[in-house]
């Protein structure tokens, strides 16, 4: 049989799916293409850009509540603005400033801690810098890892990506680049035994390394302490029913102590900040 021998339903469903792509692709281009109405902003605030709230807690990604801890750890006036408007280099979050732009969630603490004269690590010494920095490239550049497969791959329901409103094509989509990006990371080519494996070591080492302090390097708050909390409490939280939140909640327990404890400090709004908090006041 010819491979152009289709019945009429597939000739249909050719179609439609043709349809269908066309149609976002075009979207995509207009959506790229189309002049944004320059936003006024007000002055002397730092503007938070990233993807809504999330149903569980502030936001989905990890960046954002790090970015957000450190502006209430160092009193800087900011607003979160949900536009899904991606950085020049293609993520979230971003900061704008007055005139100016700052892509990726470190780059903008360093350009606020600048411009505010603000240093949270003023407490620490040159060896303590060391191990927060060794600490916080695991917690970024490994452990995220395991959260973006467990969203994405692992769950077979996209519970969290479901709960903020995603639909199934921007899930598909969702999906597509978790796999591809992790695929080329590396950490994708891992069974998700391993993948757990993995996770379960760094959450160990981090477990063992905070032990029973306060916060992450002793009895005062410092920058790590935005990114632990950002990276852990998307785990002990926004992770429903997965490996990384057992392993926290059942087996390593002094980090789920831990999150409370920023969260309570840091966070008083956290659920009025959440999507739940949102459809609550709606209904009532
Ligand atoms: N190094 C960046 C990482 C930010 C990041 O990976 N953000 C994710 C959301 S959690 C994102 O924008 N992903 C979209 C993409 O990679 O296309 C930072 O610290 O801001």
């Given at each position: 049989m010819s491979a152009w021998n289709y019945s009429g339903d597939n000739i249909n469903i050719v179609y439609v799916a043709g349809a269908v792509v066309a149609i976002s692709v075009l979207a995509v281009v207009v959506k790229k293409t189309r002049k944004r109405e320059p936003v006024q902003y007000p002055r002397d605030t730092v503007m938070v850009h990233q993807f809504g709230k999330g149903s569980r807690g502030p936001s989905i990604s990890p960046f954002v509540i790090k970015l957000e801890t450190y502006l209430r750890m160092a009193n800087i006036q900011y607003k979160p603005v949900y536009d899904r408007q991606m950085s020049t280099?293609?993520?979230?979050?971003w900061i704008e400033y007055n005139e100016d732009k700052i892509a990726d969630s470190q780059l903008s603490i360093e350009y606020l801690n600048t411009k505010f004269d603000i240093n949270l690590n003023s407490n620490l010494d040159s060896m303590e810098l060391a191990i927060g920095r060794a600490f916080s490239k695991m917690a970024e550049e490994n452990l995220y890892w395991y959260l973006v497969l467990q969203r994405s791959t692992y769950d077979k329901h996209n519970t969290i990506f479901r709960e903020v409103g995603l639909n199934s094509f921007i899930i598909k989509i969702l999906r597509w680049k978790a796999s591809k990006a992790s695929y080329y990371h590396g950490i994708?080519?891992?069974?998700e035994t391993e993948t757990t494996s993995i996770m379960e070591k760094d959450v160990k080492a981090i477990s063992d390394f905070l032990g029973?302090?306060?916060f992450f390097m002793g009895d005062a708050p410092s920058e790590v302490d935005c990114v632990m909390f950002g990276q852990l409490s998307q785990f002990v939280w926004q992770m429903p029913g997965s490996q990384g939140e057992k392993c926290i909640t059942e087996k390593y327990k002094n980090i789920e102590e831990y999150c409370v404890r920023m969260r309570d400090l840091y966070w008083p709004d956290w659920e009025e900040c959440t999507l739940k908090k949102k459809k609550d006041s709606a209904s009532t």
């Amino acid at each position: 049989m010819s491979a152009w021998n289709y019945s009429g339903d597939n000739i249909n469903i050719v179609y439609v799916a043709g349809a269908v792509v066309a149609i976002s692709v075009l979207a995509v281009v207009v959506k790229k293409t189309r002049k944004r109405e320059p936003v006024q902003y007000p002055r002397d605030t730092v503007m938070v850009h990233q993807f809504g709230k999330g149903s569980r807690g502030p936001s989905i990604s990890p960046f954002v509540i790090k970015l957000e801890t450190y502006l209430r750890m160092a009193n800087i006036q900011y607003k979160p603005v949900y536009d899904r408007q991606m950085s020049t280099k293609g993520k979230i979050p971003w900061i704008e400033y007055n005139e100016d732009k700052i892509a990726d969630s470190q780059l903008s603490i360093e350009y606020l801690n600048t411009k505010f004269d603000i240093n949270l690590n003023s407490n620490l010494d040159s060896m303590e810098l060391a191990i927060g920095r060794a600490f916080s490239k695991m917690a970024e550049e490994n452990l995220y890892w395991y959260l973006v497969l467990q969203r994405s791959t692992y769950d077979k329901h996209n519970t969290i990506f479901r709960e903020v409103g995603l639909n199934s094509f921007i899930i598909k989509i969702l999906r597509w680049k978790a796999s591809k990006a992790s695929y080329y990371h590396g950490i994708g080519r891992h069974t998700e035994t391993e993948t757990t494996s993995i996770m379960e070591k760094d959450v160990k080492a981090i477990s063992d390394f905070l032990g029973r302090k306060k916060f992450f390097m002793g009895d005062a708050p410092s920058e790590v302490d935005c990114v632990m909390f950002g990276q852990l409490s998307q785990f002990v939280w926004q992770m429903p029913g997965s490996q990384g939140e057992k392993c926290i909640t059942e087996k390593y327990k002094n980090i789920e102590e831990y999150c409370v404890r920023m969260r309570d400090l840091y966070w008083p709004d956290w659920e009025e900040c959440t999507l739940k908090k949102k459809k609550d006041s709606a209904s009532t």
